[in-house]
């Protein structure tokens, strides 16, 4: 459904709560596509390694509940563009 709407939107709603809930830096991997770029850094412990991975976990755990994160990005959206 998110592809019908606006390609993009789909991993931008992910990158949203990997920031604001993980604190995870995340970005779309180019226009309309759907792979995430992760840049870690460069000296990283396993412990740092588990909380990003079950925080990905997390985000995409929550993709597919409604109404999840699409439904929030799509509601900024909207607000963004009536304000």
């Known amino acids: 459904m998110m592809h019908k709407i606006n390609p993009g939107l789909f991993a931008q709603a992910l990158t949203i709560p990997l920031m604001e809930e993980h604190a995870i ?3 779309v991997a180019g226009h309309n ?3 995430l770029k992760i840049a870690p850094a460069l000296v990283v412990t396993k412990e740092d390694i588990d909380y990003c991975v079950n925080s990905i976990d997390s985000v995409l755990a929550t ?3 409604f109404p999840g994160p699409f439904w929030d990005v799509s509601r900024r959206l909207a607000m963004n563009a009536l304000f």
């Open 25 to 27: 830096l995340t970005q």
């Open 33 to 35: 596509e759907d792979v």
């Open 63 to 65: 993709a597919h509940s």
